[in-house]
T-cell receptor
Framework: ETGVTQTPRHLVMGMTNKKSLKCEQH?????MYWYKQSAKKPLELMFV???????ENNSVPSRFSPECPNSSHLFLHLHTLQPEDSALYLC?????????????FGPGTRLTVT | GEDVEQSLFLSVREGDSSVINCTYT??????LYWYKQEPGAGLQLLTY?????DMKQDQRLTVLLNKKDKHLSLRIADTQTGDSAIYFC????????????FGKGTKLSVKP
């Protein structure tokens, strides 16, 4: 595998379910990101991890819980979601969180909350 | 208003030049980026420009930056059907380096 991979690619879950999204980067990067892409809205940064430490949480509801066990893996644990949480969730990584470093994106997980 | 604004749609004919425009509000932005998103895929960085530059050219792509007007443009020469995608402008704010602020994206349609 190369680049940034995300699993699953598609996920349908009920509001009472618990599920997790997985992201893996094979680029030797130190920073990883979760973004939410909704229709007709700008891409929203959710979380930033740098060297496994969370450095940014953009007022994301607690029903989204990130986990970064090492620099190559990033998870987003989901529970008690709302229909408005349906979106494309994109993971990205970069060499460092400093500006100017290219962010490489995964293909995303298309989440539908019923 | 939004931090980064773009028109939502652009339609051009194959072989013509495409110009996608973007305005941003934060004069302290250090880097400005253009990303491309094809259907069913993640975002791919096309090019970026540092705020002390006013132009950058890379093969068919030309980026122009007017820092005074906070205006960024992406010109694609000899546009091909494979260029059909959504193009996102993004800025990296100096006070929060590495965190990209994206526009809503411009959907480019290339007609044969």
């Amino acid at each position: 595998e190369t680049g940034v991979t995300q699993t699953p690619r598609h996920l349908v879950m009920g509001m009472t379910n618990k599920k997790s999204l997985k992201c893996e980067q094979h680029l030797g990067h130190n920073a990883m990101y979760w973004y939410k892409q909704s229709a007709k809205k700008p891409l929203e940064l959710m979380f930033v991890y740098n060297f496994k430490e969370q450095t940014e949480n953009n007022s994301v509801p607690s029903r989204f819980s990130p986990e970064c066990p090492n620099s190559s893996h990033l998870f987003l644990h989901l529970h008690t979601l709302q229909p408005e949480d349906s979106a494309l969730y994109l993971c990205a990584s970069s060499q460092d969180r400093a500006g100017g470093y290219e962010q490489y994106f995964g293909p995303g997980t298309r989440l539908t909350v019923t | 208003g939004e931090d980064v604004e773009q028109s939502l749609f652009l339609s051009v004919r194959e072989g013509d030049s495409s110009v996608i425009n973007c305005t941003y509000t934060d004069s302290s932005s250090t880097y400005l980026y253009w990303y491309k998103q094809e259907p069913g895929a993640g975002l791919q960085l096309l090019t970026y420009i540092f705020s002390n530059m006013d132009m950058k050219q890379d093969q068919r792509l030309t980026v122009l930056l007017n820092k005074k007007d906070k205006h960024l443009s992406l010109r694609i020469a000899d546009t091909q059907t494979g260029d059909s995608a959504i193009y996102f402008c993004a800025e990296s704010k100096a006070r929060s380096q590495g965190n990209l602020i994206f526009g809503k994206g411009t959907k480019l349609s290339v007609k044969p």
